[in-house]
Nanobody, 122 residues
Framework: QVQLVESGGGLVQPGGSLRLSCAAS???????????TGWYRQAPGKQRELVAV???????NYADAVKGRFTISRDNAKNTVYLQMNGLKPEDTAVYYC?????????????WGQGTQVTVSS
């Protein structure tokens, strides 16, 4: 029932910017705010890697490769998480996936989007 839909990917030149969005649906109003949300990416021939996360308390963490360039944020009223990507490099080319997860003592919830392609090239 819960679905995550990414948008905002595309082709951009090195040094350019993109803003990715991930909207969650099928979730009870107010529950989204309890989840940790994040972005992962996977380039061809490489493993999926963490890009950025933001917790329910809005604490953030970033992969070293994107620190200072990417900013993750969320709008709980819209059940949406964003990734602002500035100063894009060819190495950022990948399929970007959003994630939301909730981990408690007795429950684990983990949802993934279908991905959106980001291509950084001249």
């Amino acid at each position: 029932q819960v679905q995550l839909v990414e948008s905002g990917g595309g082709l951009v030149q090195p040094g350019g910017s993109l803003r990715l969005s991930c909207a969650a649906s099928g979730i009870i109003f107010g529950i989204f705010s309890l989840y940790t949300t994040g972005w992962y990416r996977q380039a061809p021939g490489k493993q999926r890697e963490l890009v950025a996360v933001v917790t329910s308390g809005r604490s953030t963490n970033y992969a070293d490769a994107v620190k200072g360039r990417f900013t993750i944020s969320r709008d709980n009223a819209k059940n949406t998480v964003y990734l602002q990507m500035n100063g894009l490099k060819p190495e950022d080319t990948a399929v970007y996936y959003c994630n939301m997860n909730l981990r408690g003592d007795s429950v684990v919830r983990d949802y993934w989007g279908q991905g959106t392609q980001v291509t950084v090239s001249s």
